[in-house]
Each structure stands twice: as C-alpha cells, then as structure tokens.
C-alpha cells in the first residue's frame, strides 16, 4: 500500500529544518499545536499530581475515563527522541487510550534530554509504575492490570521498564504495548532493511535519526547499554505479553518487529501488527484518520486478553 494520501499531502506541505537542531525551538514548536482544553476528548476526570518516588518527585497526569469502584491501569510514557514532548503534546494519546480502554492512564512527565543526563527519564519511567502499585489503594487499582505503553521514544522506554523490573524480580506488570518503537540506537543502515527502504520522504528520514536521538546519547545514553537499546538484551525470558505496533513506512520498523519476533522465541507473548500506509509517529500525528484511530481499540482487545 502507498503511504496514506493524507500523510502524503501533509507531509508534502512541511517545511524542512535547515541547521542544527535547538530543543527549545522545536519543543515551543510542538507547545503551539496543542489544542484548547474545549477541543480535547472529555473524560469523567483529569488531574495533574506528583508522583513522590525514591528516585525523585515525578509530575503525572492521571486520565479516569468513567466512574467506577476500581480500575486497571496504563502507565504512559510519551514519545518525542527523549527531548521532545511533554503531558501537553500528548494529551490526546493518553485520553484516547484511557477512552478506549476504559483503564485509568498515568502519563509520566519524565526529566528530558539534554538538561538531565541518563538514566534520569527512565528512572522516572520506572519509579512511577512502582509507585503505582504501592498506591494501588488510592488510585483504586484493581490489582489485576498494570499495563506500560509508549510511543517511539517512549516504547524505548517500556522495553526497556519491563525488562528493569524482570530483573528486580516486580512481577506486577501485566502488558508492554509499544508504538513505533526505537530499540537499537545504532543506526548503522544496513542493520535492519527498513533503515535503507525507507530512509526518505516519510517525516523521520534514516539520515537525522542519529543527529535527534544525540542529545540522549550525548548525555550518557550509550546505544550499546541494553537499557538504551533493548535489542542489545541477550535474554529476554520472563518479559509480559507485548503489542508491538510497527508502520509500513518507518525506518525504525524492522527494529519493532524484530524485537516481536525475539520475544516470541523467548517463549513470551508478543504480537506484532503493522499498520499499512502509515508512518512514524502516526499514532500522534494521525489517529484523527479512521483507519489509524483504530490502534486504540486494538490496544484495548490486547488488554482485555482478545489475542489474534
């Protein structure tokens, strides 16, 4: 399938940056595309709160979608090559997913590259699930559910969660559903197929993917850490179900699925879908378009245990 008319026509009518890349440029950029809070997906409740953890106060913002006695829930971590996005940029992810699913969704504001150097947005990641379920009472966790999700960046950091709390023996998360996801920071292109396939015209070009990804790299990000690049893991037994979600034109697909297929010979549980005539970032970017706002209900049925 050709990449989406829509997508193409948009695509077609964006400027191309031109220089070296400043993070408060483009991340003032990405604040004035933010809709009005009238023009948002209303759910019953929104609130922004701290998170206290032992690695440091963590903003969240917690999405209840309904009234009701408990709930399952999704902790989210926002994409944006670890120095992009905020709770604002991708409010409307976290709202749809919390509509969809009908699970109370915490977002994470984790600390951002290059201001805070590594590991600091994944220990914000990773402090806030534990923290979730020793607050379950107050977040009226339903103790069966406790699902990460992310996209791009953000699935990154999901790999990279649940296999952290593997390892520290928390057995508490139930599912990983990654978006896009970028798990091998080498971006040497011969490393995977899609880096030469499609290295051009889709919005993430192979070219920049290592120019944006430096200011994590530079602040101590080493690609070839497993926490960085969680295809570098050699063992990845143990791991909770996983929903990777990968676009037809993505120079980062083949990592995605890749990654599906290696938890698969784990004996894990990992189902790969792939959506035709997308690209990176269309889960924020294009979820307006029918045929994308889909991944929400397929996100939903993975987490209600609908297996393909």
Known sequence: MALHPTIAEILANLPHPEGPLDPAAMRAGDDAQVPPLEERLPLHTVDDTIAHTPTGDVPIRIYTPADADTYGVLVYFHGGAFFLGSLETHDHVARSLAHETGLKV?????????????????????????????????????????????????????????ALAHDDGFERITHQVLYYPSLDLDFDVDRYPSLRQNAEGYGVETAGLKGFNSFYTDSGADPADPRVSPL?????????????????????????????????????????????????????????????????????????????
């Open 106 to 162: 915490i977002a994470v504001d984790y600390r951002l590259a290059p201001e805070n150097a590594f590991p600091a947005g994944l220990d914000d990641c990773y402090a806030v699930v534990r923290w979730v379920a020793d607050h379950g009472d107050e977040l009226a966790w339903d103790e069966n559910t406790l699902a990460i999700a992310g996209d791009s960046s953000g699935g990154t950091f999901v790999a990279a969660v649940a």
């Open 232 to 308: 570098k893991r050699t063992d990845l037994t143990g791991l909770p179900p996983a929903l990777i979600v990968t676009a037809q034109y993505d120079p980062m697909r083949d990592e995605g699925e890749h990654y599906g297929a290696r938890l698969t010979d784990a004996g894990a549980e990992a189902t790969v879908s792939r959506y035709a005539g997308a690209n990176h970032g269309f889960v924020q970017h294009f979820s307006w378009i029918p045929d994308y706002h889909q991944v929400f209900a397929e996100t939903a049925a993975f987490l209600r245990g609908d297996r393909k």
